[in-house]
């Protein structure tokens, strides 16, 4: 299964990605041309994130490449709170379809779901696959931290090297869409350790979000171990 972009959001796409396909690109706060520019406002309340200065159209106008939703989730949560976040992503996704703009949908998990932190985020990466969210590609946190997987943990690990493999190919088995990992705030060697430990699950990433010194840093790993995304998209007619 692939997904369905417009013309307009493939070629976007394009220019968030290497010439390979490798989704390689930061986040910027202002609506600026050919960068991916965030939507959400940290300092909002988390049920009603959008920054009430943008929109798509204007992201658009001003020459951006892509609109990026910062979302905190967790299926556990209540209901009627995770409903008010799917209908936000709903509105956002067809808004950027609506302005030819691919919506990187960057999901976090709350503090209160990190003590069952993979099958939260496999949970997540399956829901805001569905079509009906319009996200062109998922930029994702790391199933398992590295630092709690036996042979990288400095104390008493919590899974084993073979578990942690497969949560990582788990997770790429979840969805259909293209999907980078989330490096905020990340040093490169620690990012470039997750990239390989990932590759070597087999999963089928496509990229990295992140600073761009980071990017810059990580360039050589990301085309050998990342995987181009253009077989995932389906452009519309």
């Not at 299964?1 to 394009?14: I, P």
């Not at 931290?145 to 919590?158: E, R, W």
């Not at 942690?164 to 490169?188: E, I, R, V």
Request: proline letters at 8%; glycine letters at 6%.
């Amino acid at each position: 299964m692939s997904v369905k972009l417009t013309a307009g959001q493939f070629a976007h796409l394009n220019t968030l990605s290497t010439p390979d396909h490798i989704i390689a690109a930061p986040v910027a706060r202002a609506a600026v041309p050919g960068q991916l520019v965030a939507y959400d406002d940290p300092a909002a309340n988390p049920d009603a994130p959008l920054r009430s200065d943008l929109s798509a159209l204007r992201i658009a106008e001003a020459g951006g490449a892509g609109v990026f939703l910062h979302l905190t989730y967790a299926a556990s949560d209540a209901a009627g709170q995770n409903d008010r976040k799917k209908a936000l992503v709903e509105r956002v996704g067809a808004e950027a379809k609506a302005n030819h703009l691919p919506l990187f949908l960057g999901l976090a998990l709350p503090a209160s779901a990190k003590d069952a932190r993979p099958e939260n985020i496999l949970a997540m990466t399956r829901e805001f696959s569905d079509p009906r969210y319009g996200a062109a590609a998922l930029v994702l946190p790391a199933p398992v931290l590295l630092s709690a997987v036996a042979g990288f943990a400095s104390s008493t690990p919590t899974y084993s090297e073979g578990a942690a493999l497969t949560f990582f190919k788990a997770q790429s088995d979840a969805t259909d869409l293209p999907y980078a990992f989330a490096g905020f705030g990340c040093p490169a060697a620690a990012l470039e350790a997750e990239l390989n430990f990932a590759a070597r699950s087999g999963a089928q990433f496509n990229g990295l979000v992140a600073e761009q010194a980071v990017l810059d840093v990580l360039k050589r790993p990301l085309a050998a171990l990342a995987q181009p995304w253009s077989p995932k998209i389906e452009v519309e007619d």
